[in-house]
């Protein structure tokens, strides 16, 4: 009657794109929100993200990631505090410290977004990129991984 699925164990939600996996997992069929309290594990076709606690919209395809947020592909590994990710759009959103790092060097910022399919890269609040050949500091920071195009601006320090 609640339509509310309280799920616990060896828990798998898959859709056309993703399978999270978790020990527990509360799903209100009627807003479509998933959440997962205990930690859990994103995986699509490019990238795998793991979280100590989260939530799903099953309509958007967004996630809110809380706690020891990782998302690993081949371009890199993202760790943050909480991050927002569409699994349609691949976009990873964060609003709190973040670090990226990848084979070209390692990047810091508070706030972002970062295209996990195109590569590109925007972000604001200080941003630092570290590579063995230099660190280069802005206010804000633009990068795109394929063209390897980087833009600083405000206050840059290299």
Do not use: C, H, W
């Not at 958007?60 to 998302?71: A, G, I, P, T, Y």
């Not at 990129?129 to 601006?153: M, W």
């Amino acid at each position: 009657n609640t339509r509310q699925a309280n799920l616990r164990g060896r828990v798998t939600m898959r859709d056309r794109k993703m399978t999270l996996t978790t020990s527990q997992l509360d799903y209100d069929m009627i807003s479509g929100m998933a959440r997962y309290p205990k930690p859990g594990r994103i995986v699509d076709k490019e990238n795998t993200l793991t979280s100590r606690e989260g939530d799903y919209d099953t309509r958007s395809k967004q996630f809110f990631f809380r706690q020891n947020v990782r998302l690993v592909n081949t371009k890199g590994t993202l760790t943050a505090d909480s991050l927002l990710y569409n699994s349609n759009t691949r976009l990873a959103t964060f609003q709190g410290p973040t670090r990226i790092t990848n084979k070209d060097g390692v990047l810091t910022a508070v706030a972002g977004q970062y295209n996990t399919t195109t590569g590109i890269s925007n972000f604001q609040r200080r941003a630092t990129v570290e590579t063995p050949k230099y660190r280069l500091t802005g206010d804000s920071l633009y990068y795109d991984n394929t063209s390897e195009l980087g833009i600083a601006k405000g206050k840059v320090v290299m």
